[in-house]
Each structure stands twice: as structure tokens, then as C-alpha cells.
């Protein structure tokens, strides 16, 4: 069974070629990121993955199952959960709350149990308030829990919101530069929590990301984008010394 | 100073939070019983009114204050509400038969107007809504063999279970205990599954999207179930009115009720009770203070109306939390005593937020 693959997915905005004819495949339980220049086309693959707008060409195969044409919530459902590379949390809400809403595609309860808040709702809340504090325990938010996420600085809010995207339960999760914005200590723990994502939940994630220690820590496969398309893709070690790479990134030898 | 030791997750399940809250609600809710017995006839009308306008806020205040959806064009559904029940209770129907079906008329009417909100946002939410507002208020006046036209109808009085409830007392149960159902209803919703992701469409529609939300679903909900709760408002304003005509729905009334709920405090339930309260008293404010002002002033026409303005935008400016926001500033001055600081409340600024996702 193929797990996630993207096969000649392509994307146009006008005359803007925006990603240009990838395909990748990523294994159950690996690290995948997704690496290259500004305006390398990374977040809009994320976007096109997230069904936020509709690929121009293309398949995006999730579990053998065809994404496209689906609503966005439904990737959702499918148990693909996502973070922002520019943070979009609900900001006056709580960081329960927020959490909490992760948990939206596990409800079970229907609208007239909700407006007399039944047993059955109260039993349902119980259960998605333990799920969500076993998250809580993982990413040391228990000091944050009945905060407004709009008083909180940016790296605890980064934490969150990958906290959110975990508390869906998702079998993937895709991270958009999870270190953006983050100190080199906050870089670490995030480093560290990745790993743990990855061998302690199993999780499978997919990621773009800048910071090259950070990439070459986690990462058991990395691509290359330039300008839309893919480059290179191995090992982090041999797509960073490929040619191509190296070439787009710092511009090539000019000719002797 | 009270601190709350939270060892249970009921604890954060439970609607009162303390045992605090609960005496001071029962308090309340016991006043509110014995109201016949100290209230004069001319109060309890400003009761019943107060009570209708709070039924209405709350709808209201779901939509704008809690999915994030503006509406310009809700006295459109308090009209549906006031009609059907108007022609309903003529037609001889039971009150227990005829106010669900006020209601299911409205929320019908509502997922009709919710579908564009599915696609627009903002101001051109505002401009549809508006528009509908104007067609149904123009139907109201047009349709002259079902609404009788521009010369109104007349509401017969209430009946229920074989009586017919007439008296200011027992109107004033009835209303009541509406009230207090929609207020529990709401607020059990707020706290469950539904309520958390109307309030993620709210703050960010992309991430409640990819957190499974299905936007379409839950905004034409919102719309219905704001609608539902104005179509009850309008059933119990037509026999409380006992006369409708279209002139009662006007876009003044939608900006009213949108008023209403900006003063309460957008976003707080309690906020849609304040502000109905204070959109019922403003108006007896003003003709008592017309006495005392000069007749160049007090004569004018739409002194009502600049009054409601000016006072609509000074909450913006100096109280954008309303008076629901300016209570919770008290009670925290009280419940930390001397310890409040004046920028305890100060609104953070939002961090830069992806503007191409829009």
C-alpha cells in the first residue's frame, strides 16, 4: 500500500508557474522535509496537500486514496493534520480550547445531545479532554493551559499549535518550518520533540524547513525544490552537497 | 481574593464554575420569578421586552459574536417568526404547535441566506444580509393576502394547553422561561464539539478547515440556529405587540439589534441580556431626559437615533468588550482588591498572520 505520494503535481496561478510537475513518495514512519530557496514552491505544495486550492495537474495519493476533489476538512478526517509557517491559531480562545478543537474530527456527539449537554456529551468531553492532556504532558504546556493564545509569546505558540495539529491523532503530519521564528534553545526542543513524533507516537511527518542542523538531524529524506521543481532528493548529507543544490542555493561558479 | 484548585476535569465541564456563581444566579433567577410581586405594570412591559430582545440578542450574538459571521438583516427573521406565528395562532394553532414552527420557518429561511456567507466575507456579508433585509421587508409590505400590506395584522392572544394567557404575569413566565432555556441551550453548545468549532471559523477559517471543521456545514448552521432563536424573539414580540405591519422590520431594527449586541460585548452570552437591557432602557433614558434639555434639541427628529450612534461609537473607541467587558473589569477590580492594574485587560497585539491564505 503506498502511504503518501505526490505524482506530477503541478500548480499555475496565472502565468506563474508556482510548482512545476513533483512527485515524491514518502514511507510510512520517516521524516520527509522538503527543502529550498524563497519562492521554492514549498508551503504551496503543503497547500495543494491541505486541498486549500486545487492542484492544475496531478494525483495526491494519501493511504491509496486519492485526494483530489475533496474538501478541505475532509484531509482532515483522513488524518492528515497540518501547521503554519505564520502561526493560525484561534487567538481568543484558550490553549485547551484550542487543543480541544483538534479533537474535532473525533466527535461523536450530535447537535440536540450538544444543546442539553447530555450524559453521553459529557462522557465524549471527559474522553477528549484525557486525549488532549496526554498532549498537554508531551509538549510541557501545563503551565499555558488556561491561557488566551493571544497574550502568549511566539514560541509557545508555535509549541501549540503543533500541539493541535497531535491532538487530532493524525497518521501524518506536515509541519511548515516548525523552527521559523524560533531561539536555538526553542530549535532544540523541537528537535527533539520531532524525533520523539516520529519514534515514540509514530507518526509520520513531513516537513519543509530551513534551518539545515535541524533538517539534518531529523530528517531520513530530504527534496529539493527550486523554482517549482525538484532538484535533488537522498539522504540529507548527499542532497546537500549535489550540485544542483549547492547551485541554487549560492549561484553558480561563473565560467573560467 | 478566591483562587479555584482544579484536581477534576468536570471542574472546567461544569456551567458554574463555582459555588459562588450558582447562588448569585439562583438569586437572580429568584428575583426574576417574584418579579409580578415588585414590579409595577409599566416594568413588567420593560421586562417582557427585555426578555424578547435577549432572545433575540443571543441569536445574534452567535452568529456575529461567536462564528464571526455579520448580519445586517436580522429584523428579516424576526419578521418570519412574528408573521408565522401571527398567521398560525389566526389560524387557531396551539402556541406549543405554532412557536417550533416560527422557529423552523426562521432557521429555513436562515440556511437560505446562509449559503452566500459560505463564499463572502466581511463587508460583503454585510451587503447581501443588508439586501435581504430590504427584500423581506418589502415581501412584508407587498404580499397584501398573506401580511395584510402596509395596514398590519392583528395578533390574537396566546393559546396554550386550552387557556388563553393574556394576563402581563403569565406573558412574563412564558418569556422568561424562554429566556433561560436559550441561555442554557447556548451555553451548553458553546462548551461542546459545535460551539468550539463556530468559534474557530471565528478566529481562523483556514486552520478550522484543516482541524476537520467543515465550514459550509457549520456556517449555514450558525445562520440557522441564529435565525431559529430571532424567529422566537419575533414570535413572542408579535403577541406582545399584538399588531405587526412591515414598518416594525426595518433596516433600523437590524442595526439595532446589531447595536445590541456591540454594547453587550461581543462574544459573551451574558453580553446579549446586557445589551438588550440597555437597548430597552436607552430609549425611556432619553424621553426623561428630553424634559429637562431645550426644545430645539429635545424636538428634533432622530435625537433617538444620533444618541444610539454616539453612544455605539464611544463603546467602540473607550469599551470595545461592551458592557459585558466593563462588568468583568469591576468584578476583577472587587474580587482583586488593591492588586488591579489598568492595563489587565489591554488588548495584545496579534502576531503577523499569513495574509496569501486569505
Not at chain 2, 429584523?75 to 406549543?96: D, I, Q
Not at chain 2, 423581506?136 to 387557556?163: C, D
Not at chain 2, 453612544?311 to 488593591?338: A, Q, S
Request: aromatic share 10%.
Amino acid at each position: 500500500m503506498r502511504f503518501f505520494g505526490v505524482q506530477d503535481l503541478g500548480v499555475r496561478f496565472g502565468g506563474v508557474v508556482a510548482v512545476d510537475n513533483v512527485s515524491f513518495e514518502v514511507q510510512r514512519g520517516e521524516v520527509y522535509t522538503i527543502i529550498g530557496p524563497n519562492g521554492a514552491g514549498k508551503t504551496t505544495i503543503f497547500n495543494l496537500v491541505g486541498l486549500i486550492y486545487p492542484a492544475s495537474t496531478g494525483r495526491i495519493v494519501f493511504q491509496d486514496r486519492d485526494l483530489n476533489g475533496l474538501a478541505p476538512h475532509r484531509v482532515a478526517e483522513l488524518g492528515i493534520a497540518r501547521t503554519f509557517q505564520n502561526i493560525e491559531l484561534f487567538e481568543h480562545a484558550t490553549v485547551l480550547q484550542n487543543l480541544l478543537i483538534g479533537r474535532h474530527r473525533h466527535r461523536r456527539t450530535a447537535l440536540w445531545q450538544e444543546l442539553a449537554f447530555s450524559g453521553a456529551v459529557k462522557r465524549a468531553e471527559r474522553a477528549q479532554r484525557e486525549a488532549v492532556e496526554k498532549v498537554i504532558d508531551f509538549l510541557d504546556l501545563q503551565h499555558y493551559r488556561d491561557s488566551m493564545v493571544a497574550g502568549l509569546p511566539y514560541g509557545v505558540r508555535k509549541v501549540i499549535e503543533l500541539g493541535r495539529a497531535l491532538a487530532t491523532e493524525p497518521k501524518l503530519l506536515l509541519l511548515d518550518e516548525p523552527s521559523s521564528g524560533l531561539n536555538p534553545e526553542e530549535t532544540n526542543d523541537m528537535a527533539y520533540w520531532i524525533e520523539d513524533i516520529q519514534k515514540g507516537l509514530g507518526i509520520t511527518v513531513l516537513m519543509v524547513e530551513h534551518d539545515m542542523s535541524l533538517v539534518q538531524r531529523v530528517s531520513d529524506r530530504v527534496l529539493a525544490l527550486n523554482e517549482g521543481r525538484a532538484i535533488a532528493q537522498g539522504t540529507p548529507a548527499e542532497v546537500q552537497s549535489h550540485p544542483a543544490v549547492i547551485e541554487a542555493y549560492l549561484g553558480a561558479k561563473a565560467p573560467a | 481574593m478566591r483562587f479555584l484548585f482544579k484536581t477534576d476535569y468536570d471542574q472546567d465541564l461544569r456551567l458554574f464554575k463555582h459555588g459562588g456563581q450558582g447562588f448569585w444566579y439562583g438569586l437572580l433567577f429568584v428575583v426574576l420569578l417574584a418579579a409580578p410581586w415588585w414590579a409595577s405594570e409599566y416594568m413588567m412591559t420593560q421586562l417582557h421586552f427585555i426578555g424578547i430582545y435577549s432572545i433575540v440578542g443571543l441569536g445574534l450574538m452567535l452568529l456575529v459574536g461567536f462564528t464571526g459571521q455579520i448580519s445586517l438583516g436580522h429584523a428579516a427573521f424576526l419578521a418570519v417568526g412574528a408573521y408565522t406565528e401571527a398567521l398560525l395562532a389566526a389560524a387557531g394553532w396551539p402556541f406549543w404547535l405554532s412557536l417550533p414552527c416560527a422557529a423552523l420557518l426562521s432557521a429555513a429561511v436562515g440556511i437560505v441566506v446562509g449559503l452566500p456567507a459560505l463564499r463572502l466575507k466581511g463587508i460583503y456579508l454585510a451587503i447581501a444580509t443588508l439586501a435581504f433585509g430590504v427584500i423581506a421587508e418589502e415581501i412584508a409590505a407587498r404580499w397584501e393576502s398573506l401580511t395584510g400590506g402596509n395596514s398590519g395584522l392583528h395578533v390574537k392572544p396566546i393559546q396554550l394547553f386550552g387557556a388563553t394567557l393574556d394576563g402581563d404575569a403569565d406573558f412574563y413566565y412564558l418569556v422568561l422561561a424562554l429566556t433561560a432555556l436559550c441561555c442554557i441551550a447556548l451555553a451548553n453548545l458553546l462548551r461542546s464539539p459545535t460551539g468550539r468549532a463556530f468559534v474557530a471559523i471565528r478566529d481562523s477559517e483556514i486552520s478550522a478547515a484543516c482541524m476537520g471543521v467543515n465550514l459550509a456545514r457549520y456556517k449555514t448552521l450558525s445562520f440557522a440556529l441564529s435565525a431559529a432563536l430571532t424567529g422566537v424573539g419575533g414570535a413572542l414580540y408579535a403577541h406582545k405587540v399584538s399588531f405587526i405591519s412591515p414598518e416594525q422590520f426595518t433596516l433600523l431594527v437590524s442595526i439595532e439589534l446589531v447595536t445590541l449586541v456591540i454594547l453587550g460585548g461581543v462574544g459573551s452570552l451574558h453580553g446579549a441580556v446586557f445589551g438588550a437591557a440597555f437597548i430597552i432602557v436607552l430609549p425611556q433614558l432619553i424621553a426623561i431626559v428630553k424634559d429637562y434639555l431645550p426644545a430645539a434639541v429635545a424636538g428634533a427628529a432622530g435625537l433617538q437615533s444620533t444618541v444610539f450612534g454616539l453612544v455605539l461609537i464611544g463603546f467602540i473607541i473607550f469599551e470595545p468588550m461592551g458592557l459585558y467587558g466593563r462588568w468583568l473589569k469591576i468584578r476583577t477590580w472587587f474580587e482583586l482588591f488593591p492588586f488591579y492594574r489598568k492595563g489587565m485587560f489591554r488588548r495584545q497585539k496579534t502576531y503577523m498572520k499569513s495574509e496569501r491564505l486569505r
